[in-house]
């Protein structure tokens, strides 16, 4: 079955500072893969998707993630974290159960802190 | 455009009481899910449904039921409240191969 682990729980950065969140997936065949960012109180926003192709792939508010197959990451990085970007931020796979229905699966999240 | 829009937003529950939370969207999608959320358990979903009439557990669905008779909703009943329903929950859609859009969720409370 697939699953997503973000190793991080919690992560405090400084403003201005560099950011990179985690995300290995588990999943047999190529995955459909996105980050989403939640707001407190908030739905999920999608940042970014990678479906194919390019494997550096750019997103919203200054977002990228890198696919890396041979690792099995797509960890999401920002070069400079603005006080707006704390939220939780969810990696998932997009991927096939056994029934052949397509399924999006969340891993646990990670909580960013963004000291002023 | 409305995209997935959920009601209530808040609502809290007595123990044994029942209640349906609300899910429409417009987008046409094919793919609906509830997931519910717990702090530090990201999203589990609890059912979805490929098309009208056709619906499936999820890895959740215990204490649930769903139905889905058209393709814009996909309404979740709770029979039997009890506390470990005590969650937010989220409705979202989809096209096949594609990204989920999500509802603002619904914050229940089971008392």
């Known amino acids: 079955a697939q699953s997503v682990t973000q190793p991080d729980i919690h992560i405090t950065v400084s403003e201005g500072a560099s950011l990179e969140l985690r995300c290995n997936y588990s999943y047999g065949a190529t995955p459909y893969l996105f980050w989403y960012v939640q707001s407190p109180g908030q739905g999920l926003q999608l940042l970014l998707k990678y479906f194919s192709g390019d494997t550096l792939v750019q997103g919203i508010k200054g977002f990228e993630a890198e696919f890396k197959r041979s690792q099995s990451s797509f960890n999401l990085r920002k070069p400079s974290v603005h006080w707006s970007d704390a939220a939780e931020y969810f990696c998932?796979?997009?991927?096939?159960?056994?029934?052949?229905?397509?399924?999006?699966?969340f891993g646990k999240g990670t909580k960013l802190s963004v000291i002023p | 455009n409305a995209g997935v829009t959920q009601t209530p937003k808040f609502r809290i529950l007595k123990i044994g009481q029942s209640m349906t939370l609300q899910c429409t969207q417009d987008m046409n999608h094919n793919y609906m899910y509830w997931y519910r959320q717990d702090p530090g358990m990201g999203l589990k979903l609890i059912y979805y449904s490929v098309g009208a009439g056709i619906t499936d557990k999820g890895e959740v669905p215990n204490g649930y039921n769903v139905s889905r008779s058209t393709t814009e909703d996909f309404p979740l009943r709770l029979e039997l409240a009890a506390p470990s329903q005590t969650s937010v929950y989220f409705c979202a859609s989809s096209w096949i191969n594609t990204e989920a859009f999500f509802g603002q969720g619904t914050r229940l409370t089971v008392v």
């Open positions: 998932a796979v997009g991927s096939y159960s056994g029934a052949g229905s397509y399924q999006l699966t």
